[in-house]
């Protein structure tokens, strides 16, 4: 049940002034933020705000129309997703996107990265060898797979499981590649308040072990107290940052918040009662 | 009667081949190719030539065959494959009408309409026995493919195909190259119709561009949907069924004695429609697929 290491170091994502339109529409606006090196950093916002379109522009899904992508000071605007992702960037999707037809087991198997096996090449060459990889790779799986607590359904296809299993597979997924810093959109959208807690102490253990953290979540009561920096967007623009109890209890934070959410009924925590009592 | 059962057996394990290149780009991976005939005609005419002008041995022609049909999805797959699903569909088969077009115009290179007669058959004579070479030769390049194709599905290059035909933006964050894998499986596809079309075109003996029209690749498309699109057994069923209802048809004058050679082609196409039809009603996942998989692209 330990977790998998993260022995590399932490990695310095920067955006500046990054600028996305949409038609007529600016999803993202000018926004600058910086995530340390190892460290665990929340974005909030209503809905529309430019979250995920945010995180689209960091990992490079999203194409920028205007600012940069530095990461450790180089900039890594140009690079597509996958090379990205090979820098150890890591993310997972608002709306799971989980290999449907394989396994889970299969689904965390091909996040492994170097895989000899994926060479034509040394397909038909080198089967020994790809043998004792792929051993690896299951025993590697079969590790986070336990972590993530998916042991249980590693042989079920999955596009079978629950919304909240799909969550946690993709974390898994993501886990697989050894990244050094990962993006979680929503990773407890759907996922029952049990299992919730579970997530966060696994979030809290790789952090501890310096793996980095950049997460979108509307569940406001569980993220902050998880984040030691707090990010809210408001309409493409970057509105607060800074520690989850001095950011929660602005005024302009609440107003955007309570805006859109007041409709809904939901509790706009504030800083200190969403630390103790929310749940 | 012996003779034309061999002669469909070696014309359906030309098919299966072409099929199996299909089940590997669509069934596994999720390509829409609409333009296997091109590969498949640019390996017969390889073949031919090679073989009728060159004077070159039939093995060299067979390997130019793979080689240059490989060759020409390569740049397919470097463009296209940036495109969108239904864009890469339209240009393979703009890509495959091309090749005909080529083949029709350059007469000093294929004499144009007129087409190449006079290729050697791979084995000589005009017996049962001959036939019964030829059929096993095609039958031995069968599973060679069968025994390639399985390597490729039991292994992480397989898994990472089924991975792309489920969630390619999901590869991507997994600092996976996507195209890498669809450009390989497209020359991977492509070689084997090119074989396929090198074995067609010495065993017509004679190859014209009118063998090569979009026909030839819903046929196989056909086959690979009525079988069941990602497997082995779906590419050798589908196509057993194809030419079953191909040729049994041909029977259906001898019964229905007043319908015209002309009407019956037609109503042939209309049967073999109709059957599509009813399996993508019916049986969506083909004959030999499972009720819970669903197939490629779904």
Redesign the interface.
Known sequence: MSAPAATRAGLTLEARALTRRFGGFTAVDAVSLRVQAGALVGVIGPNGAGKSTLFGLL?G?VKADAGKVLLDGHDITGL????R??HGI????QVP??????SVR??L???A?G??????TR??TQAAR?RL??ALIEAKAEQVAAFLKLTKVLDI?AGSLSGGQKKLLEMG??L??DPRLMLLDEPFAGVNPVLIGQIMERISELHSRGMGFHIIEHDLASLSRLVGVLHVMDQGRLLASGLPEDVLGRADVREAYLGSHAAAGEQVPTGEASRGTAA | MEAYLVAILIVTGIYVLLGLGLTLQFGLTGLINFGHVGFFCIGAYAAAILSVYGGQPVVLGFVAAAVLAALAAWPIGLVALRLRDDYFAVVTLGFSETIRLVVTSEKWLTSGVQGIPGIPRLVDGVGIGSGLTILALVALANLAAVLIFL??VK???G??L??I???E?????????PAR?KI?VLM?GAALAGVAGAFYAHYIGYVSPDQFTPLVTFYVWMAIIMGAAGRISGALVGTALLMLFLEGSRFLRDIVPFISAVDMASIRLGAVGLALILFMIYLPQGLMGSK???GAGS
């Open positions: 990992t899904f597509p997703p996958q090379a992702a090979q890591a993310r997972t999707f996107r989980e290999f449907a037809n394989l299969a689904n198997m091909v996040a990265p895989q000899s096996g994926e060479l034509l397909l038909f790809i990889e792929e296809s997924r993501a697989m590649t | 390597r490729l292994s992480p290059f898994r990472m089924e991975a035909r489920d969630n933006e999901a590869v991507k964050a997994l600092g996976k190259d894998f390989q991977l819970s998989e669903r």
